[in-house]
């Protein structure tokens, strides 16, 4: 039997072009807001923090020394 990603927690291994499967799963969670990020809709991030950000501006104010 198959098991669904659905509701589920992916790990991911962020690079400068796109991101690696660790653990499968259909979302990540903002490490600055907490928010829900599907897969599909993940387009931000840091590779030097492996840390997924849930918007633009987001990732800027978390990148911003």
Same mark, same amino acid.
Request: hydrophobic letters at 50%.
């Given at each position: ?12 291994h962020?690079?400068?072009?796109g ?8 979302h ?6 907490? *928010?829900?990020? *599907?897969?599909?809709d ?9 840390? *997924? ?13």
């Amino acid at each position: 039997m198959l098991m669904s990603n659905t509701d589920r927690l992916a790990r991911l291994h962020y690079m400068a072009n796109g991101f690696r499967v660790l653990v499968p799963g259909d979302h990540v969670v903002c490490a600055v807001t907490g *928010a829900r990020i *599907a897969i599909e809709d993940l387009r931000y991030w840091s590779v030097a923090r492996q840390e *997924a950000y849930a918007s633009s501006v987001v990732a800027t104010e978390a990148l911003t020394p």
